[in-house]
């Protein structure tokens, strides 16, 4: 992962005062979109689907994260292709990163898995590339067999702290009151993370002021990625 040093971490404050809380999709493209401090933001959320293998089946443990996820944690894959934001598209073909562990448990590290079609939650998904050995998430004490871009986030069910405030919205990539997925941010060259951090709150009273049904009660703060302890 290059450069930890320059990523930080964007919480939410729950309305019980967790420090730590997620976020939605809706705060953290308005956030992405406003700031002034991060060169890119990712968006990210620990999951669980169904894995078809053949004549059995197990649950898989993976992360499901913005198409500019590997590009911004500058993760190069070990064969075919990371993830990528044309995936993110509407209507997207659906597609999947398997790490190295998975690759090797599951599939007997076949040269040839990358264009093979696996079953998540009975949906087919193509196996677009596989992580290198050395990645293993941005979730501490989760380590992911597999990550699938952010579109199909009604196909997969997010797991760790979730908050759910009721207001609009039918998905949960279009409701700015569930909260239930975590932030890194990339500072641009200069930029400390004091400077971020108020940044970002500005923008929080901002979107409090213009959605007060779903941001009313929710701060968002920065914290250095190398300072955060615990996640889920």
């Known amino acids: 992962m290059q450069a ?13 005062g967790d ?24 968006a990210y959320s620990p999951m669980m689907a169904p894995l078809a293998l053949g004549d059995r089946s197990r649950v898989a ?6 198409g500019n996820h590997f590009t911004m944690l500058a993760v190069r894959p070990q064969l075919g292709r990371m993830l990528t934001p044309a995936d993110d598209a509407p209507g997207a073909e659906r597609v999947v990163v398997l790490s190295d562990r998975m690759w090797r448990r599951e599939y007997g590290a076949d040269p040839g898995i990358v264009g093979r079609p696996i079953t998540l939650r009975g949906l087919v998904y193509t196996v677009a590339g596989v992580a290198p050995a050395a990645f293993t998430g941005v979730v501490p004490l989760l380590t992911p067999e597999l990550w699938v871009p952010m579109v199909h986030a009604e196909e997969i069910d997010p797991i760790g702290i ?15 009151g569930a909260r239930w997925m975590f932030i890194k941010g990339r500072l641009k060259d200069g930029v400390t993370p004091a400077q971020a951090r108020a940044n970002v709150a ?15 009660d929710s701060r968002l703060s920065v914290v250095p990625s190398a300072d955060v302890r615990l996640l889920v």
């Open 61 to 66: 443990l993976g992360q499901i994260v913005t």
């Open 202 to 216: 500005l923008i929080g009273e901002q979107l409090a002021t213009a959605y007060p049904q779903t941001n009313k």
């Open 19 to 42: 420090e730590y809380a997620t976020s939605s999709y809706p705060d953290y493209a308005d956030v992405k979109a406003q700031n002034t401090v991060f060169s890119d933001m990712t």
């Open 4 to 16: 930890p040093g320059t990523l930080v971490d964007l919480f939410s404050t729950g309305g019980d």
């Open 162 to 176: 979730t908050n759910n405030v009721p207001g609009p919205g039918r998905t949960r990539l279009e409701r700015r």
